[in-house]
């Protein structure tokens, strides 16, 4: 029977509605989708539409949250951008038996909310397939993909019961480390392509100097990795560029949906943190250097920067 009946998200945006669509309609479970008040104040009024239907999300910011019994797991879909300031969206109902389950890229969000609630069970995860397409409050997605998670083995249990009565897809890798540095090394690979070339992965499969470019700032992240002794790295970049060919033509990563927007990228939990822990151990490199540095000064040239 299932013991997580308790249930918020925090990041209502292309990643987070995906488990959300299906939670929202679960028996026996009470969801709610946590933010800010001028947040929840704009949803409560605009709505948020997942493949053209409104879901009926329950909206609640911290200041309303004082009645509310604690949850017992917040998924956490935010930008890496805005974690820590959101985190503290939840602050009012995380008691001591919270289970948090970050799905954000990169490969420090558990860090970050471990640090902000030291005493609580941080499990790790992320999404695989498809990117889903987030235009303001509107996603669209075509329901190909997996939730990925490890950790606690007794939290990481209760997750898995919830998702499979929802019906949500998720696996549970062996080695969770080697699996969230798996998607780590693809996601600096295609997504950093992706935004420094405005391509989307049709025009980077047909593009052999695109795959080219793709493929070495997975070498540079494949570097650091193996200096990290994660396992299974000599497979990563293959495996990484077979996703990046068979992925449909017309998808764009969420970095270049972000730099077409004018939003914020995820350049920081990239090449920001690829690049900083290449420094530790000596190792070049030189083309995340230049990603990092072009996409700041592009995003330093934005008239306005939306969320």
């Not at 292309?14 to 028996?27: E, M, N, R, W, Y």
């Not at 933010?35 to 929840?40: E, G, I, S, W, Y």
């Not at 053209?52 to 999300?57: S, T």
């Not at 949500?168 to 997504?191: H, Q, Y």
């Amino acid at each position: 029977m299932n013991s997580l009946k308790h249930i918020v998200l925090l990041g209502a945006g292309a990643v987070g509605t995906l488990p959300g669509s299906k939670l929202i309609h679960t028996p026996g479970i009470t969801f709610t989708a946590a933010a800010d008040m001028n947040r929840v104040r704009r949803y409560r009024q605009d709505g948020i539409f997942f493949n053209g239907e409104k879901l009926p999300f329950s909206f609640t910011a911290p200041e309303e949250m004082a009645t509310m019994p604690p949850a017992d797991l917040i998924i956490v879909a935010t930008k890496t951008t805005t974690l820590s300031a959101a985190l503290e969206n939840v602050a009012p109902i995380t008691g001591k038996n919270t289970i948090f389950l970050p799905l954000l890229n990169g490969i420090t969000a558990d860090e970050v909310i471990a640090s902000r609630f030291p005493g609580n069970t941080v499990l790790r995860g992320y999404f695989l397939g498809h990117a889903s397409v987030r235009q303001k409050n509107f996603v669209r997605h075509d329901g190909v993909g997996t939730f990925y998670c490890g950790g606690e083995a007794n939290a990481l249990a209760k997750v898995k019961e919830l998702f499979d009565l929802a019906q949500i897809n998720i696996a549970l890798p062996e080695d969770m480390n080697s699996a969230i540095w798996k998607k780590f090394i693809l996601n600096v690979g295609i997504n950093q392509t992706q935004a420094m070339f405005y391509a989307d992965y049709g025009a980077v499969q047909r593009d052999e100097q695109l795959l080219d470019y793709c493929r070495k700032l997975m070498e540079e992240a494949a570097a650091v990795a193996e200096a990290e002794n994660i396992s299974g790295t000599n497979e990563m970049i293959a495996d990484g560029m077979q996703v990046v060919l068979t992925m449909p033509e017309n998808v764009k990563t969420s970095m270049l949906q972000d730099m077409l927007a004018h939003r914020p990228s995820e350049v920081d939990a990239f090449a920001g943190t690829l690049c900083a822990k290449a420094r530790k151990y000596g190792i070049p490199t030189p083309l995340n250097d230049e990603v990092f540095a072009e996409i700041r000064r592009r995003e330093a040239g934005y008239k306005s920067v939306k969320q």
